[in-house]
């Protein structure tokens, strides 16, 4: 079972665990680093060989998910954060390449950090020139996070860049 979920994890490339929130945070050290309103509270896990079409297909789905409620003819998942006006957070997350070996996680499959810190900010300015700068937020890469959310629905979706539709 082990090699099944492993070679599972070598398929995928970017990652993206997405949560439609009324609110979400993030403080490092006890201080807030940034918050947001109505929007994405979205996780970025990124895999050694990840590539630019990988970042642009996460980028696009994120800003274009119909994961809202039309406010004005009330039908479901008919909007997108861009057309509700709605914020974003990113926080990189390496954890969505782990696995476990026994009982011990396992991250090699993760991006370098050096590397991934350089992949994870062109990411977030990707994502802020695709929408407004000062709707898309980010937390402290490398930092040990508190990330505070209020999941709105519950609504979490999964993305990966290996199933590009």
Known sequence: HTFRRVEALLSYS?????????????EVGGELVSSIGPGLLCFIGLKDGDTDADAEFICRKLLNMRLFENSESGK????????????????????????LKGNKPDYHFAMPPAKAREEYEAFVNRVRKGYKPEKVKDGVFGAKMNVQLVNDGPVTFNLDSANPK
Not at 14 to 26: L, N
Request: aromatic share 10%; charged share 15%.
């Open 76 to 99: 479901a998942w008919d909007q997108s954060v861009t057309d509700r006006g709605g914020e974003l957070l990113l926080v990189s997350q390496f954890t969505l390449y782990g696995f």
């Open 14 to 26: 970017m990652r993206a665990v997405v949560q439609r929130v009324t609110s979400a945070s993030v």
